[in-house]
C-alpha cells in the first residue's frame, strides 16, 4: 500500500483560490486511482473530485463541479486540487485517498493520508 502525505491547506478568503497536493510513497502510485474528500465539523466524509489512475479520466462531486481541478503527475507520485472561486462551504479537512478500484464511496479506497484543513472566510 502506498503512503499519503497532503499539503497545500490554510485560510483563505470566499472568492480565493488554493492548491492542494497529495504526495505519495511506498508502492506503485501509478496504478493506484485517487479521490479527494472533504469532512467539514459534524459532518461525513463527502466526495470532491477523483482521477484515474493513468488520469485519463475525472470526475466531481456536485458541489464544486465548474471550480475545482484534480490533476496528476504520475512520474512526480502526485495528485493536485486545484480550488478556485471558494466559498465557506469548502471549509473541511481535505483527504487524499488512493486505491485499486475508483469512485465516490470512500469505500473504494484502501490508503488515507491525515488530510489538510481549508478554512474559507466569508
Known amino acids: 500500500q502506498v503512503q499519503l502525505v497532503e499539503s497545500g491547506g490554510g485560510l483563505v478568503q470566499a472568492g480565493g483560490s488554493l492548491r492542494l497536493s497529495c504526495l505519495a510513497s511506498?508502492?506503485?502510485?501509478?496504478?493506484?486511482?485517487v479521490g479527494w474528500f472533504r469532512q467539514a465539523p459534524g459532518k461525513e466524509r463527502t466526495f470532491v473530485a477523483g482521477i484515474t489512475a493513468r488520469g485519463s479520466g475525472t470526475s466531481y462531486g456536485r458541489s464544486v463541479n465548474g471550480r475545482f481541478a484534480i490533476s496528476r503527475d504520475n512520474a512526480k507520485d502526485a495528485v493536485y486540487l486545484e480550488m478556485n472561486s471558494l466559498k465557506f462551504e469548502d471549509t473541511g479537512i481535505y483527504f487524499c485517498?488512493?486505491?485499486?478500484?475508483?469512485?465516490?464511496?470512500?469505500?473504494?479506497?484502501?490508503?488515507w493520508g491525515q488530510g489538510t484543513q481549508v478554512t474559507v472566510s466569508s
Open positions: 485517498a488512493a486505491g485499486l478500484r475508483w469512485g465516490q464511496s470512500a469505500n473504494d479506497y484502501d490508503c
Open positions: 511506498g508502492g506503485f502510485f501509478s496504478l493506484y486511482g
